[in-house]
């Protein structure tokens, strides 16, 4: 494969931290062949820090949208990520990533990303760590599972991405496309390796009215994925001893227990759900890493290389999803 990557970057108000980005992805030993920012309408100065480096970055592309009077987030985000992803065309890139602007990225992170794709065909989304600042100057390590690539970094090969159908527009979608992925054989991973760890410069999921109201945003966004109930709990317990230390473990739990007594809808698709049930309790039972080397191995009996199998464009499926759909 060549090693042409897009990014494209939904922001809102992000002056405090756009030039970080910015300077990390113009520094990179492999710039990205193009980068899409969309700027939900912001009232900052972001939009003259944006003109300032698209001048300057013949690759930066900037898309202005309309004020829409607050920060959404979630499906709010993916809008503008597909406001981003509908000027280009996918075809003339390899990978594609969303990537935020509140980050800082070490130099050769996407290289590193594509130099692993390449040597694992079957690697589909892939990140490093997120790490965000303590008070005290400390780097915090946001907790993220092996075998997800992380929402704020989302670097994706352009033929997966098609083929799990993109973004779901809704609260959880940095979740649930990870799980679509290990269904059609692809592997989702993430590692915790120095040259591939990055700041976020603010806490996941914080960005819209603090890090409690995050949590419970959170909480919402597993049940409408799938999750279990016994998941969920033991997820939360865990989160009770990342800071904020014990409320944002139960603000996650309150936020699932909250929308499962109110009834709200739950992502429409239920072999998904099944899968991902399955997955769960294999977590719980045998630990999250054998059950997803167990998943990733039962993936390979049905995973279809589109790069070496399609046309340019053409998406296959695998020709046996059901196979996908259990869990050993």
């Keep these: 494969m060549s090693r042409r990557y897009a990014l494209i970057t939904p922001c809102r108000d992000e002056a405090e931290y756009a030039r970080h980005t910015l300077d990390s992805v113009t520094s990179q030993t492999e710039p990205p062949t193009l980068w899409v920012i969309v700027d939900d309408g912001s009232t900052d100065d972001t939009p003259a820090i944006l003109k300032e480096y698209a001048e300057r970055f013949p690759y930066i592309r900037v898309v202005r949208r309309d004020d829409r009077g607050g920060r959404s987030?979630?499906?709010g985000v993916i809008d503008a990520f597909y406001a981003g992803y509908a000027t280009l065309d996918p075809r003339e890139f390899d990978y594609v990533c969303k990537l935020?602007?509140?980050?800082?990225?070490?130099?050769?992170?996407?290289?590193?990303?594509m130099d692993r794709?390449?040597?694992?065909?079957?690697?589909?989304?892939?990140?490093?760590?997120?790490?965000?600042?303590?008070?005290?100057?400390?780097?915090?390590?946001?907790?993220?599972?092996?075998?997800?690539?992380?929402?704020?970094?989302?670097?994706?090969?352009?033929?997966?991405?098609e083929q799990i159908g993109g973004f779901v527009?809704?609260?959880?979608?940095?979740?649930?496309?990870?799980?679509?992925?290990?269904?059609?054989?692809?592997?989702?991973?993430?590692?915790?390796?120095?040259?591939?760890?990055?700041?976020?410069?603010?806490?996941?999921?914080?960005?819209?009215?603090g890090l409690l109201t995050g949590r419970m945003r959170h909480g919402f966004g597993q049940r409408f994925m799938g999750?279990?109930?016994?998941?969920?709990?033991?997820?939360?317990?865990?989160?009770?001893?990342?800071?904020?230390?014990?409320?944002?473990?139960?603000?996650?739990?309150?936020?699932?227990v909250r929308s499962m007594i109110s009834g709200t809808p739950r992502y429409d698709d239920a072999q998904f759900?099944?899968?991902?049930?399955?997955?769960?309790?294999?977590?719980?039972?045998?630990?999250?890493?054998?059950?997803?080397?167990?998943?990733?191995?039962r993936?390979?009996?049905?995973?279809?290389?589109?790069?070496?199998?399609?046309?340019?464009?053409?998406?296959?499926?695998?020709?046996?999803?059901?196979?996908?759909?259990?869990?050993s």
């Design 73 to 75: 987030v979630g499906p």
């Design 100 to 113: 935020d602007l509140d980050l800082e990225i070490p130099e050769a992170y996407f290289a590193t990303m």
């Design 117 to 161: 794709m390449g040597a694992e065909p079957r690697i589909g989304t892939c990140s490093g760590k997120p790490y965000f600042p303590a008070d005290d100057g400390r780097l915090i390590s946001e907790a993220c599972g092996d075998e997800m690539s992380v929402g704020m970094i989302k670097f994706y090969r352009r033929s997966c991405f």
């Design 169 to 209: 527009r809704e609260v959880m979608w940095d979740g649930i496309d990870c799980h679509r992925c290990r269904m059609l054989g692809w592997i989702a991973r993430s590692w915790d390796e120095p040259k591939i760890r990055f700041v976020h410069l603010r806490a996941m999921g914080s960005s819209h009215k």
């Design 227 to 256: 999750t279990g109930p016994v998941y969920m709990t033991a997820s939360a317990l865990f989160r009770m001893t990342r800071p904020p230390l014990l409320v944002g473990g139960l603000a996650m739990w309150w936020g699932y």
């Design 273 to 297: 759900r099944g899968f991902l049930r399955r997955y769960q309790w294999a977590c719980l039972l045998r630990g999250k890493a054998a059950a997803t080397a167990s998943a990733d191995a």
């Design 299 to 327: 993936g390979a009996a049905i995973w279809v290389n589109p790069e070496a199998n399609a046309a340019p464009g053409e998406r296959r499926a695998p020709e046996r999803l059901e196979d996908a759909c259990h869990v």
